[in-house]
T-cell receptor, first 116, second 113 residues
Framework: AQTVTQSQPEMSVQEAETVTLSCTYD???????LFWYKQPPSRQMILVIR??????QNATENRFSVNFQKAAKSFSLKISDSQLGDTAMYFC?????????????FGKGTKLSVKP | DAGITQSPRHKVTETGTPVTLRCHQT?????MYWYRQDPGHGLRLIHY???????DKGEVSDGYSVSRSKTEDFLLTLESATSSQTSVYFC????????????FGPGTRLTVL
C-alpha cells in the first residue's frame, strides 16, 4: 500500500524568506502523480502544484517549486519570497496512475506560519 | 474555481440520528469522492463514485453509505451517527482517474453530540 509521510508537523518562516516542506512516499508503482495542496484557515483545499512521475523536470508555479527525487521517493515543496497569505496547512498527496480507486493518499500535513 | 458546493456547511446532531450530506457539482466530472479530515490523520477516503449508480468503498467506509443518482450529486449518509464521526467532510471531483487532479468542495463540519 502506498503511504505518504510529512515529517514536519509545524514550521515557521519570516516573510520574504524561503522555506522547504518535506514529503516522502512509498510505492512500488512506476507511474503516478504527486500533489501539494494548501489549506488556509478558511478550510478550502487548494491545489498548489502537481508533478507527473514520468517527468524529470521539477514542476514550478510562480513562487512554488518542487524538488522531485524519484529514486529517493522524495517530493519537497519550496516556497520562495514567503507571504503572510501562505500561512496554511500544506498536504502532500499521492495518486496512482489509473489506480483502482483513483483516490488521493494524503500525508498528515505541515502547518506553516509566515511571520511578519 | 471548480463548481462544487456542499450542504450543509455546518451541522450539529445527536448520537443515533441519521445524517445526509450533499455534494453538488456543475463540472460534469465523472469521479466524485468523500473524504473525512481529522487532526493527525490528514484526509482519508470514505467512499467514491466512478459514475451514476457506481460507487465503492474507501479506507474508512464503516458506518457510511453513499448514493449517486445523477452525475452532479453525490450523497453521503451516516445511518446512525456516532461521536467518532465528528469530523470535517470534504467532497472532491475529478475528470480523469488516470490524471486524478482533484478539486475540493468547501467542506462540512459535522459535530455529533
Amino acid at each position: 500500500a502506498q503511504t505518504v509521510t510529512q515529517s514536519q508537523p509545524e514550521m515557521s518562516v519570516q516573510e520574504a524568506e524561503t522555506v522547504t516542506l518535506s514529503c516522502t512516499y512509498d510505492t512500488s508503482e512506476n507511474n503516478y502523480y504527486l500533489f501539494w495542496y494548501k489549506q488556509p484557515p478558511s478550510r478550502q483545499m487548494i491545489l498548489v502544484i502537481r508533478q507527473e512521475a514520468y517527468k524529470q523536470q521539477n514542476a514550478t508555479e510562480n513562487r512554488f517549486s518542487v524538488n522531485f527525487q524519484k529514486a529517493a521517493k522524495s517530493f519537497s515543496l519550496k516556497i520562495s519570497d514567503s507571504q503572510l497569505g501562505d500561512t496554511a496547512m500544506y498536504f502532500c498527496a499521492f495518486s496512482n496512475y489509473g489506480g483502482s480507486q483513483g483516490n488521493l493518499i494524503f500525508g498528515k500535513g505541515t502547518k506553516l506560519s509566515v511571520k511578519p | 474555481d471548480a463548481g462544487i458546493t456542499q450542504s450543509p456547511r455546518h451541522k450539529v446532531t445527536e448520537t443515533g440520528t441519521p445524517v445526509t450530506l450533499r455534494c453538488h457539482q456543475t463540472e460534469n466530472h465523472r469521479y466524485m469522492y468523500w473524504y473525512r479530515q481529522d487532526p493527525g490523520h490528514g484526509l482519508r477516503l470514505i467512499h467514491y463514485s466512478y459514475g451514476v449508480k457506481d460507487t465503492d468503498k474507501g479506507e474508512v467506509s464503516d458506518g457510511y453509505s453513499v448514493s449517486r443518482s445523477k452525475t452532479e450529486d453525490f450523497l453521503l449518509t451516516l445511518e446512525s451517527a456516532t461521536s467518532s464521526q465528528t469530523s470535517v467532510y470534504f467532497c472532491a471531483i475529478s475528470e480523469s482517474r488516470a490524471y486524478n487532479e482533484q478539486f475540493f468542495g468547501p467542506g462540512t463540519r459535522l459535530t455529533v453530540l
